[in-house]
């Protein structure tokens, strides 16, 4: 499994930008499919961007699609989720997940599916 860490969490007001950096280790990060979710207090973690494993295919949640960007540089092992025009229901815990891809196309919207997972990074968006 590939270890994940997450960076780049921290308050701003509503309407502003973040960007979150997820780092992988290994060598075989080519290989893995990717996600973002968010867990906001009292709630289930919820699916937010997928990117495929060559990054050619993503899939966002209809609550962010329009202002959230998922991406990936394989040469570097890390994935990007661009946040922009925030909003206060976007605070939570961010968290990275991994999985083998079964193509260089799947990506995948269920947490189930991801077996790596980083340690969350704190967005707060203020009002």
């Known amino acids: 499994q590939v270890q994940l860490v997450e960076s780049g969490g921290g308050l701003v007001q509503a309407g502003g930008s973040l960007r979150l950096s997820c780092a992988a280790s290994g060598r075989t990060f080519s290989m893995y499919a990717m996600g973002w979710f968010r867990q906001a207090p009292g709630k289930e973690r919820e699916f937010v961007a997928a990117?495929?494993?060559?990054?050619?295919?993503?899939f966002y949640a209809d609550s962010v699609k329009g202002r959230f960007t998922i991406s990936r540089d394989n040469a570097k092992n890390a994935v990007v989720l661009q946040m922009n025009s925030l909003k206060h229901e976007d605070t939570a815990v961010y968290y990275c997940?991994?999985?083998?891809?079964?193509?260089?196309?799947?990506?995948?919207?269920?947490?189930?599916?991801?077996?790596?997972w980083g340690q969350g990074t704190q967005v707060t968006v203020s009002s």
């Open positions: 990117i495929s494993r060559s990054g050619t295919r993503t």
């Open positions: 997940g991994g999985r083998l891809g079964e193509s260089s196309f799947s990506y995948y919207y269920s947490s189930g599916q991801y077996n790596s």
